[in-house]
């Protein structure tokens, strides 16, 4: 199983991005799916999930109400949508996949990785 991360760029302070992450296979279609990012020096950190159904999603706090994550099975794909971008949003971001149903905030409970999209903010 595969995951192909894209949509990455650079964008200035207060603009917007919109993150794609495609599945190879489709049994992994409706498994959950998370993305997480880190910054240079920094740990990976979660930054949102989404159910295999899409019905339950959670978010870390740093971006409650300016990201929001979405997915398309017909399209075996999630999505990532980024508005009001900060500096601090900058890193590279990679989508994960569980072999569940339940989305999770964990990253040691994913089992697939994709390999990273770059996001940078200008102040």
């Known amino acids: 199983v595969q995951l192909q991360a894209s949509g990455g760029g650079l964008v200035q302070a207060g603009g917007s991005l919109r993150l794609s992450c495609a599945a190879s296979?489709?049994?992994?279609?409706?498994?959950?799916r998370g993305w997480f990012r880190q910054a240079p020096g920094k740990e990976r950190e979660f930054v949102a999930a989404i159910s295999g159904g899409g019905g339950s999603t959670s978010y870390a706090d740093s971006v409650k109400g300016r990201f929001t994550i979405s997915r398309d099975n017909a399209k075996n794909t999630v999505y990532l949508q980024m508005n009001v971008l900060k500096p601090e949003d900058t890193a590279v971001y990679y989508c994960?996949?569980?072999?569940?149903?339940?989305?999770?905030?964990?990253?040691?409970?994913?089992?697939?990785w994709g390999q990273g999209t770059q996001v940078t903010v200008s102040s």
């Open positions: 994960a996949g569980r072999s569940l149903v339940v989305d999770t905030m964990r990253p040691e409970l994913y089992d697939y």
């Open positions: 296979r489709r049994p992994f279609v409706n498994y959950a």
